[in-house]
């Protein structure tokens, strides 16, 4: 009985506060404008009818839903052209609504966006129709002359076309987004000294982080060039948007560039490889270690050289010419007299030799081995011209060319098993050292005119620390890697759990039918509690088995006041709901 009162008591005390609330609520609504009346018995309808709270919250629910599959379904939008001109930009839009498709804008306008699974296709079909022309107009130009234009008019227009042309090859390069090309074209003359070379300046406009190489600058510099008729390489200059020069690094050649530091460590690298994949499969891939310094010479140098060899046997000799001679000297007198019967007449009977004396014989032999008189006036001179054997050799040294190279090759050693199963490093035997440096003489083309240098070292490699400990299992970048993607999905799941419990489940418990709302209805907290006593008095079988009286008593008890709680919290968070449950029970009861 005492736990009875105690009830009513904190009923009517409850009821009293919940009336006080309910007329303090009822004067400030018959304070309010009409407007606010109107809101306020809105209010009141759906506060006194869950059910239309339920209603339009599902509907709201069922919105949201629906915008976001909407969103979700949307088509992915992806860059058609940026940095469109006006005209490219109106005459691409203008193509885009005669095929319906939809397309956004990005970027603060300078980008044009369509579905991504039209991209390829619409460029494709736009470039058909020659857009965008790129603002650069080409040698289209030549084609919509007017009759009778003249001669300087058309050479104009041929030399604007060519610079659009080449404006549109320099921008398909991947660092440039605008160029302009200015030609300064030769001028003939029959005068030598009046003639002008051609010449050109490129003015680039590159994207933001990007840069050209050296290699790039000099392929525009020759493209240029090699365009336009008597235009040398060293006449085309390339200048960037911020007014710096390109075509300087590459006009002298002469000057060591990063080109060439970059042809060095190739080189190196190239040498260093091939050691170290014949030695591999020998060693083992972490047990030998080689660096390679390399020796080039870029100088230009160019040699001729003429040799003349001899002709003489037995080399063979070419006769160039030949000149042959016969001279008389004319001293002696000739013969004369009037040829006839005197002359033919034979000479007289020489005498016997067997009558002349010894001396008179010898001087006789001696006229006779004599030549005769008319041969000794007669010369003859025979001259023989030979080729001379010359060679002309004219070299011209590559660039680039190995001068020296120098190895340095750090050799592990060699891990064994020793008689107690225990793994030992024991150093390579000389054979095997000279083996080794034998293969990387023969690997990197050693050559001892050039004065290359080999070096192997055996010695054991030291282990560090880092790569003999274990790697944590939570520093391992695949679980890392794994932990960071379930995060992401960790994260939505929290977010709709949070939404559900501070939003949803409040909102669910404040409108759904409830013990509590049950309770709220007229007579209900009298039932509740006349029905709790008479479920107590009736599901007790027996007074005198108190193990089974005691937690019943306990158990509805508990619940009791856990409805009263509820209550207690409703009137201090929502006066205004338990001001109207009281009003209606206040009518209920007239």
Excluded at 150 to 172: D, P, T, V
Excluded at 337 to 362: C, F, K, R, Y
Excluded at 532 to 561: G, I
């Amino acid at each position: 009985m005492s736990e009875t009162g105690a009830t009513a008591g904190r009923q009517n005390s409850t009821n009293q506060a919940a009336s006080r609330s309910g007329n303090t609520a009822s004067g400030n609504t018959d304070s309010g404008s009409a407007s606010g009346s109107a809101f306020e018995r809105t209010l009141k309808q759906l506060r006194g009818n869950p059910l239309i709270a339920l209603l339009i919250a599902g509907a709201a629910s069922i919105a949201i839903i629906a915008v976001l599959f909407m969103w979700a379904s949307s088509p992915e939008y992806r860059v058609l052209y940026s940095n469109l001109s006006e005209a490219d930009g109106g005459s691409i839009i203008n193509e885009l609504d005669t095929r319906g498709i939809p397309y956004q804008f990005s970027e603060g306008g300078q980008a044009l966006m369509v579905p991504s699974d039209q991209v390829h296709t619409l460029r494709l079909q736009l470039a058909e129709q020659g857009l965008p022309r790129g603002g650069n107009l080409g040698l289209e130009l030549m084609e919509s002359q007017a009759f009778g234009i003249s001669q300087f008019a058309e050479q104009i227009n041929y030399q604007r076309g060519l610079e659009g042309e080449l404006a549109r090859s320099i921008e398909s390069l991947g660092p440039v987004e605008g160029v302009r090309v200015h030609l300064s074209m030769a001028k003939p003359s029959v005068f030598i000294r009046d003639r002008e070379p051609a010449k050109a300046s490129v003015v680039l406009t590159l994207l933001p982080g990007r840069i050209l190489g050296e290699g790039q600058v000099s392929a525009i510099v020759h493209m240029v060039s090699g365009s336009v008729p008597e235009l040398a390489a060293e006449d085309v200059t390339v200048v960037n948007q911020d007014g710096r020069l390109l075509s300087a690094e590459t006009s002298n050649g002469n000057d060591l560039d990063g080109s060439q530091l970059e042809y060095i460590a190739e080189v190196e690298r190239s040498y260093q490889q091939r050691i170290e994949h014949i030695l591999t499969p020998i060693l083992g891939r972490d047990n030998v270690r080689a660096q390679v310094a390399a020796q080039i010479d870029f100088s230009r140098r160019e040699q001729t050289s003429e040799r003349y060899g001899p002709n003489q046997p037995p080399n063979e000799a070419a006769v160039r010419s030949r000149q042959l001679s016969l001279a008389y000297d004319g001293e002696d007198p000739l013969a004369t007299g009037i040829p006839g019967a005197l002359s033919n007449t034979p000479p007289g009977t020489l005498p016997s030799p067997i009558n002349q004396p010894e001396d008179e014989e010898a001087e006789a032999d001696q006229q006779e081995d004599a030549p005769p008189e008319a041969l000794r006036n007669l010369r003859q001179d025979d001259v023989i011209n030979y080729e001379v054997d010359r060679s002309i050799e004219h070299v011209q040294h590559r660039l680039g060319q190995v001068e020296r190279l120098s190895a340095a090759v750090v050799v592990n050693y060699r891990s064994e098993m020793n008689e107690e199963g225990e793994w030992i490093e024991v150093a390579l035997t000389d054979n095997e050292v000279a083996q080794i440096e034998r293969l990387v003489r023969q690997a990197m083309g050693f050559s001892q005119l050039r004065g290359d240098e080999v070096e192997i070292v055996n010695s054991p490699f030291t282990r560090s620390v880092e790569e003999t400990a274990e790697v944590e299992w939570w520093k391992d970048p695949t679980i890392l890697s794994m932990a960071a993607k379930a995060g992401r999905y960790l994260l939505v799941a929290l977010a709709i759990l949070l939404l559900y419990l501070l939003i949803l489940r409040p909102l669910i418990k404040r409108y759904t039918q409830s013990p509590v709302m049950a309770a709220a209805t007229p007579g209900g907290m009298l039932a509740a509690s006349v029905g709790d006593d008479d479920e107590e008095s009736e599901e007790t079988p027996d007074e005198s088995d108190e193990t089974y009286a005691k937690p019943k008593r306990r158990r509805k008890t508990s619940l009791y006041e856990h409805n009263l709680n509820d209550l207690r919290e409703m009137a201090q968070e929502d006066p205004r709901m338990v001001a109207m449950i009281i009003r209606s029970w206040m009518n209920a009861n007239e």
